[in-house]
Antibody, heavy 120, light 107 residues
Framework: QEKLVESGGGVVQPGTSLRLSCVVS????????MHWVRQAPGKGLEWLSM????????DYADSVKGRFTISRDNSKNTLYLQMNSLRPEDTALYFC?????????????WGKGTTVIVSS | VIWMTQSPSLVSASTGDTVTISCRVT??????LAWYQQKPGKAPELLIY???TLQDGVPSRFAGSTSGTDFTLTISSLQSEDAATYYC?????????FGQGTKVEIK
């Protein structure tokens, strides 16, 4: 059974940093691209970033470019999202999601999410 | 950026009804469109990809279709467990973009 489990969320002050993790199981992590998607309270889905199967290529939404960094450790079956210079508008539920192929395709498995609250 | 416009934003229907949700995109995406279902407090789940291919395990009452830049999700014989918000998403070009969502309520 393919499973994604996010962690690392919390309540932080504006301007600080946080690193989210997503541990996967049930599939060959190193064969698949991975995404981060967030959902602000009561709002829709916003794609943030994705990384290729080998970590060689990454892309970002304009809203987080230069502040967030996606990475992966295939030896640990873990995806990361380093979030710097956090803003109140970054408050959201953060999901990791698996791409059905090695890079860019539909997101066929999602984690349950981890909550980030940015507030002073 | 390819923008996605979903309509309606809310639909209220009875069990057994047929519900259609539209997703219009601002430029051609071939068939690189997915539909997701998100129930309250849960993560999204993939229903359909490549515009009309049903994800494994998804009931056959869900169907996707396309006509140019207009995409449709049809739920036939609506069930109570179909109460959720549905999102379309294009993966033809970067960045991937989602529609704003359509909430399906059961009367």
């Amino acid at each position: 059974q393919e499973k994604l489990v996010e962690s690392g969320g919390g309540v932080v002050q504006p301007g600080t940093s946080l690193r989210l993790s997503c541990v996967v199981s049930g599939f060959t992590f190193s064969y698949h691209g991975m995404h981060w998607v967030r959902q602000a309270p009561g709002k829709g889905l916003e794609w943030l970033s994705m990384i290729s199967y080998d970590g060689g290529k990454a892309d970002y939404a304009d809203s987080v470019k230069g502040r967030f960094t996606i990475s992966r450790d295939n030896s640990k079956n873990t995806l990361y999202l380093q979030m710097n210079s956090l803003r109140p508008e970054d408050t959201a539920l953060y999901f990791c999601a698996k791409s059905s192929n090695f890079y860019y395709s539909q997101m066929d498995v999602w984690g349950k999410g981890t909550t980030v609250i940015v507030s002073s | 950026v390819i923008w996605m416009t979903q309509s309606p934003s809310l639909v209220s229907a009875s069990t057994g009804d047929t519900v259609t949700i539209s997703c219009r995109v601002t430029q051609g995406i071939r068939s690189y469109l997915a539909w997701y279902q998100q129930k309250p407090g849960k993560a999204p789940e993939l229903l359909i990809y490549y515009a009309s291919t049903l994800q494994d395990g998804v009931p056959s009452r869900f169907a996707g279709s396309t006509s140019g830049t207009d995409f449709t999700l049809t739920i036939s014989s609506l069930q109570s467990e179909d109460a959720a918000t549905y999102y379309c998403q294009q993966y033809s070009s970067f960045p991937p973009t989602f529609g704003q969502g359509t909430k399906v309520e059961i009367k």
